[in-house]
């Protein structure tokens, strides 16, 4: 029997092994891994996805710029980024930050995008002097304390609450109001929405250290609703993340006022914008960098926060060098600077 068993293998030996390798292959294929790949995404016009209701006719283009990210890849994918210079390997828990999962993490994200949209309009209409109409939407669940136990018990971050114990609470100040009445090992019965569909949770809550007051143990932000008297649409359901904000901030404006902002240049840039005009910093700008060379942009505005410690910009400096990108760099903090630095450009010819 062994030695039948000798001849058949040597026989089909070629065979085998190539049996092996497909089967290699196939497993190689379809075994997800819990990493998320970074790589350059895209350096695409905003004029296309912004709508005011007023027509512009730019020469030239303001990009926002994105990262390329690829949640859970098999090994062949993990081995390609790996051999590339220009791609980078975060375990999935680094990358959402530890969020309760991954599903999660993209709710947050697609909030993250619609703050930033609402931020657009704010700093927009406020740098030209005009009303918009804000209304509170509930609270979201930003991120956890250490000490919550509200994970546990069905809370996940990118929830939107707008009750608590059946009563309204579409700020942070109104269930901070609720809770106060309540002392720690108490529950409350929390409900609201989640990825757009409704959902209830039952959360003990805890002392907290910074305060010694009843709480939940997470870090709120209240949800705007921003309506603008022009009809302003925006078309970034691809996205997520806040960091289209500045640009997005920029083509409004160029709208309302007629004004090509472009110059005629190719123009791109990245950073969160607030209600104040204030530009704040992102992650992954390096990619961006990247992409927004590749689609041959003259120019980027990269956040500059002297506050928090300038990490945007000396990466920003750091990327280019090492790259030998052609882009000139433009320092931002806020919505003023980003204005005054396209209104001085002479224009292209």
Known sequence: ??????????????????????????????????????????????????????????????????????????????????????????????????????????????????SSENGALMAAYDALGRKIDIKEQGVIVKAFLPETKAREHGLQEGDIITSADGREALTAEALTAIIQGKKAGDTVKLAGTRGGK?????????????????????????????????????????????????????????????????????????GTIAADGSVGQIGGIKYKLMAADREKADYFLVPYDEANGLGNWKEAEETVKKLGLKLKLVKVSSLSDALAFLRNLEPKA
């Not at 390997?89 to 619609?114: C, P, Q, W």
């Not at 078309?235 to 404006?253: K, R, V, W, Y």
């Open 198 to 270: 409704p959902f209830e949770a039952e959360v003990p809550l805890i002392e907290m250290a910074s305060t010694g007051k009843p709480g939940i143990g997470f870090y709120p932000e209240t949800v705007l609703k921003v309506t603008a008297p022009d009809p302003v649409k925006f078309d970034f359901e691809d996205t997520g993340g806040p960091s289209a904000g500045l640009m997005m901030t920029l083509e409004i404006i160029a709208q309302l006022t007629g004004e090509d902002l472009s110059r005629g240049y190719r123009i791109a840039g990245t």
């Open 1 to 114: 029997m062994a030695a039948a068993t000798k001849r058949w293998l040597r026989r089909y030996k070629s065979a085998v092994i190539v049996g092996l390798i497909a089967v290699l292959f196939l497993v190689a294929s379809n075994w997800s891994l819990p990493y998320v790949l970074y790589g350059p995404g895209s350096a695409e016009p905003v004029h296309p996805r912004v709508e005011t209701g007023h027509k512009l006719e730019e020469k030239g283009a303001l990009l926002f710029t994105t990262v390329s990210t690829y949640s859970k890849p098999n090994v062949f994918s993990i081995l390609y980024a790996w051999l590339n210079p220009r791609m980078d390997i975060v375990t999935e828990e680094k990358a959402t930050g530890g969020t309760v999962n991954y599903a999660a993490y993209r709710n947050l994200l697609a909030y993250m995008r619609d």
